[in-house]
């Protein structure tokens, strides 16, 4: 299983990026995907995640900034980051919840990071 995240770069304070993860490999079904980040120096945390059936959670730092979406069929998910801030920037990290095959317990799958930096 692998889990590609691609649309990271930079941008100025204020602006927009989308990031994009596809998932592949032998996948059986995917329960939630997300975003995480980890900036320089501090840890890893949550940004966004998306049930199956399309319930999404925030981290408070990017509601109503943020959007999460996802494509079931094609097995991807996106962040639809606006009015991006410094402390915005991190490596964006893609991570999947996926049973790999039938009747096998679900694991937590991750992508390498994609780099976010919001400067002027």
């Known amino acids: 299983v692998q889990l590609q995240a691609s649309g990271g770069g930079l941008v100025q304070p204020g602006g927009s990026l989308r990031l994009s993860c596809a998932a592949s490999?032998?996948?059986?079904?995917?329960?939630?995907m997300g975003w995480y980040r980890q900036a320089p120096g501090k840890q890893r945390e949550l940004v966004a995640t998306?049930?199956?059936?399309?319930?999404?959670n925030y981290a408070d730092s990017v509601k109503g900034r943020f959007t999460i979406s996802r494509d079931v069929a094609k097995k991807m998910v996106f962040l639809q980051m606006n009015s991006l801030k410094p402390e915005d920037t991190a490596n964006y990290y893609c991570n999947a919840d996926l049973i790999p095959h039938p009747h096998m317990r679900s694991v937590d799958y991750w992508g390498k990071g994609t780099l976010v930096t919001v400067s002027s």
């Open positions: 998306i049930t199956s059936g399309g319930i999404a």
């Open positions: 490999g032998s996948i059986f079904s995917i329960n939630a």
